[in-house]
C-alpha cells in the first residue's frame, strides 16, 4: 500500500499561529509550498495505519526526515495529526 491509496477520513484542521502581516508573494509561495509538504507527509504517516505514536516514530521519523524537506518539529506534529485522523 502506497501513501497516496490512503484515503483521508476526516477533516484536517490546521491552526496557525503567528503575527497579522501581509506578506510577500515570495512568502506566500513558501507557506503553501510547506502545507503542501506537510499534507503530504500526513498522508505517508497515514499509511502506517497504526495509531502508536512510538510505532511511527520508530519506524518512520529517520525515513520522514530524508524524504520530506520539513523541520523536526512538523514531521512531529505530521506524525501525531496523523495518528488524530485514525
Not at 32 to 40: D, I, P, S, V
Not at 45 to 64: I, M, P, Q, R
Amino acid at each position: 500500500m502506497w501513501f497516496w491509496d490512503v484515503p483521508l477520513q476526516r477533516d484536517v484542521q490546521l491552526t496557525v499561529i503567528g503575527k497579522v502581516f501581509k506578506p510577500n508573494p515570495n512568502k506566500v509561495l513558501a507557506l503553501n509550498m510547506t502545507l503542501k509538504e506537510y499534507f503530504r507527509l500526513v498522508r505517508w504517516y497515514l499509511s502506517f495505519n497504526s495509531t502508536s505514536k512510538t510505532f511511527l516514530h520508530g519506524n518512520g521519523y529517520e525515513k520522514a526526515k530524508r524524504l520530506f524537506n520539513l523541520n523536526t518539529a512538523l514531521i512531529q506534529t505530521a506524525r501525531d495529526k496523523a495518528v488524530e485522523i485514525l
